[in-house]
């Protein structure tokens, strides 16, 4: 039986063969013709992605939202709020980095870096597919739908939106990530011929590196509010998640690492109840890793096409991320397909840039997904530590009245 290849190795090749189509049309053949070839499928592709967007936020968010509120008790709300609060610490760390360093290292004003796309070779026909519904539109209908689902008994529209997140699932599994490859080979290929992949490439490797480090640091972090509050020894803890860590980068699925990451949680000594709730609630609400990585690549993108991702503008794009990233599939990439949305809506993403996004991130997205499911266990450490204050303050209650019965004192 034969291996199957995994999505990254697919993109990587996918580049390199763009790097090479693109050199080799421009130096040695001297027509654009296998360039434009590539230019017309990725018009399609990206019309057809634009239509698919508005899909993609109602799959996800819709039942995800109706998910968290059939919860019920003080602990769904604390674990909740927990990631909810992760994710925008890490989005605004990611943002504050950026700023730093990003000017530093992309040089927006050379060559045809304000107007990129003018240099760029135009497909030889486009096939227009329009949304069926705005970006806006399908974010605020998923809000009602969830809402309205988790309000209401009846599960019968539950079951019905659950099976269209199914199909949405299926349309990224089977039709978005087999093409993504290809749609790679187009950009790069035409970047090669325009004479930007240089830049690119070197903007490519500068943004992994610093995307590495932050996720290093968020980690410390989180590892070490979760020792302050739990009173456990946070490297020993942040050691004892290496498994989970491990197995994310090679899943690529924070979903798919849920056995290990409750394996690895519970060798920090919190209890099973905690635990078994937890882990797989923040592997669906719990995404700091990537949206540190959605950050970054977005910013990195914007320098480049010549602007400047002010807080103002920053800030909102990583609230709206925490939501709209809750209950992303578990394939490779759910983050990213989940917040394309937000990119074009919130920060006027056009589809050269989209594209540009998915490749940055895609590179990445293992490393993002491990941080992802490492950071589940600093929460289920602090979630562990108040469940058993609020547990001691509830039986010491039960231990008064029962000592005040005792005594003759009536009961209440």
């Known amino acids: 039986m034969k291996k199957k290849i995994g999505l990254l190795p697919r993109l990587l090749i996918g580049l390199l063969s763009g790097i090479l189509i693109g050199y080799l049309s421009k130096e040695l053949f001297h ?21 698919v967007i508005p899909f993609i936020i109602i799959g996800f968010v819709a039942p995800g939202i109706a998910e968290l509120g059939k919860g019920a008790g003080r602990l769904l709300g604390i674990t909740t709020l927990l990631a909810y609060l992760s994710t925008i610490i890490a989005g605004t760390f ?81 039709v978005i990530i087999p093409l993504l490859p290809f749609h790679i080979a187009g950009i790069f290929a035409n970047m090669t011929y325009a004479g930007e992949v240089v830049r690119i490439m070197q903007v490519f490797g500068s943004i992994f590196v610093i995307v590495i480090l932050s996720h290093i640091v968020i980690l410390l972090f989180q590892y070490t509010v979760a020792g302050a509050v739990s009173g456990k020894n946070p490297f020993q803890a942040l050691k004892n998640m290496i498994p989970a860590y491990l197995t994310a980068i ?107 996004m998915i490749a940055l991130y895609l590179t990445q997205d293992s490393f993002g997904t491990a941080v992802n499911v490492t950071g589940d266990g600093a929460i289920a450490l602090i979630v562990d530590k108040l469940a058993k204050r ?23």
């Open 31 to 51: 027509l654009d013709f296998f360039v434009r070839l590539l230019a017309t499928f990725n018009g399609i592709f990206g019309n057809f992605l634009s239509y």
């Open 94 to 174: 990611a943002y504050t980095v950026g700023n730093g360093i990003l000017p530093r290292l992309i040089n927006a004003a050379s060559g045809n870096a304000n107007n990129p796309e003018e240099a760029l070779v135009k497909g030889f026909f486009q096939v227009d597919i329009p949304p069926i519904m705005g970006v806006m539109t399908a974010l605020i209908t998923a809000f009602l739908l969830g809402l309205g689902m988790a309000a209401i008994k009846n599960k019968t529209l539950y079951a019905a939106v659950k099976d269209f997140q199914e199909i949405v699932e299926l349309v990224i599994q089977k």
């Open 250 to 356: 090679g899943t690529q699925s924070s979903a798919a690492t849920i056995p290990v990451t409750l394996r690895s949680a519970k060798k920090n000594g919190i209890s099973d109840e905690v635990a078994d709730f937890v882990i797989p609630l923040c592997a669906t609400i719990h995404l700091s890793g990537s949206t540190i990585t959605l950050t970054m690549a977005s910013m990195a993108v914007m320098f480049m096409a010549g602007h400047v991702p002010n807080f103002g503008l920053m800030f909102p794009f990583i609230l709206m991320l925490g939501v709209t990233m809750v209950a992303a599939p578990g394939v490779p990439g759910g983050a990213v397909m989940a917040a394309l949305g937000l990119l074009q809506s919130m920060l006027g993403f056009n589809e050269a840039q989209l594209s540009l």
């Open 390 to 412: 609020s547990t001691k303050k509830v039986t010491t209650a039960q231990e008064k009245i029962a000592g005040g019965e005792e005594k003759g004192c009536p009961s209440i």
